[in-house]
């Protein structure tokens, strides 16, 4: 099994330019997994972890409801924020500058075969770096991503993650929020919820953070708790 991984931050790309990246090297992948079923070869599969950020813009899963977005296109305009709709899981969500986004492009048969396992992965990740900084964060029941109080009326919600996996192969990821302009997440309900606050860490320490420093804490504990060989 190949655990070593590219590590590559984009900066701050357009969504689209950024789902189109993700699909090629998806789709190659795939390519070198079908070719080794069918010449019986093991040609290892790379994994990418990704790191970017995006101008505004508002994503919807395959199963969402478009009714979750509060804004028409004159408002989207005026927010100059973007809409697509995609192809990951889960509902609608908002990506922006101040937001930590995680693309990580894995061959799963390189780590472990377990969807349910890697998305608690990624969230214990996030927890982790959380915990970095002096916030107690945790799961919240019957949801996926990272949330804070959520035992609680002041249940808040913090990082989403949404992905696509086909043959083992992951795409899309995670949307951590650490300086986050959280006015956005007023124009959308979050990920069909409407009755639960959206944070960030900016808000809860009352302070911005430097992103790279938070950028090198969140990379470190997933590659420790994927096994990953980061390069």
């Given at each position: 099994m190949?655990?070593k991984?590219?590590?590559?931050?984009?900066?701050?790309?357009?969504?689209?330019?950024?789902?189109?990246?993700q699909e090629?090297?998806?789709a190659?992948?795939?390519?070198?997994k079908q070719n080794?079923?069918?010449?019986?070869t093991e040609?290892?599969?790379?994994?990418y972890?990704i790191?970017t950020?995006?101008?505004?813009?508002y994503t919807l899963?395959?199963s969402?409801?478009?009714e979750?977005?509060?804004l028409?296109?004159a408002g989207?305009?005026?927010?100059?924020a973007k809409?697509?709709?995609?192809?990951?899981?889960g509902?609608?969500?908002?990506h922006g500058p101040?937001q930590i986004?995680?693309y990580?492009?894995?061959?799963?048969d390189?780590?472990?075969?377990?969807?349910h396992?890697y998305l608690?992965?990624?969230e214990e990740?996030?927890?982790?770096t959380?915990s970095?900084?002096?916030?107690?964060?945790?799961?919240y029941?019957?949801y996926t991503?990272?949330?804070?109080?959520?035992d609680?009326e002041?249940?808040r919600k913090?990082?989403?993650?949404g992905?696509?996996a086909?043959?083992w192969?992951?795409?899309?990821?995670f949307?951590?929020?650490v300086n986050?302009?959280?006015n956005y997440?007023?124009h959308?309900?979050?990920?069909?919820?409407?009755d639960?606050?959206?944070t960030?860490?900016?808000?809860?320490l009352?302070?911005?953070?430097?992103?790279e420093e938070v950028?090198?804490k969140l990379k470190?504990?997933?590659?420790d708790?994927?096994k990953m060989e980061?390069?």
């Amino acid at each position: 099994m190949n655990k070593k991984t590219h590590f590559v931050d984009w900066g701050s790309v357009d969504y689209k330019e950024a789902w189109e990246r993700q699909e090629k090297i998806f789709a190659e992948t795939l390519v070198i997994k079908q070719n080794n079923r069918t010449n019986n070869t093991e040609v290892p599969t790379p994994n990418y972890l990704i790191f970017t950020e995006h101008p505004h813009v508002y994503t919807l899963g395959k199963s969402g409801h478009e009714e979750y977005l509060l804004l028409d296109e004159a408002g989207l305009k005026e927010k100059d924020a973007k809409f697509y709709k995609i192809n990951r899981g889960g509902d609608i969500t908002y990506h922006g500058p101040g937001q930590i986004v995680g693309y990580p492009i894995l061959d799963l048969d390189n780590f472990f075969t377990d969807i349910h396992l890697y998305l608690r992965t990624l969230e214990e990740a996030i927890i982790l770096t959380l915990s970095d900084y002096g916030i107690i964060a945790g799961r919240y029941e019957g949801y996926t991503g990272v949330w804070l109080d959520a035992d609680n009326e002041k249940a808040r919600k913090i990082c989403a993650l949404g992905v696509r996996a086909s043959r083992w192969v992951t795409m899309h990821g995670f949307a951590f929020n650490v300086n986050a302009d959280l006015n956005y997440f007023g124009h959308i309900i979050p990920c069909g919820i409407d009755d639960k606050d959206v944070t960030s860490m900016e808000r809860e320490l009352g302070r911005k953070l430097d992103l790279e420093e938070v950028k090198m804490k969140l990379k470190n504990h997933i590659a420790d708790l994927m096994k990953m060989e980061l390069y």
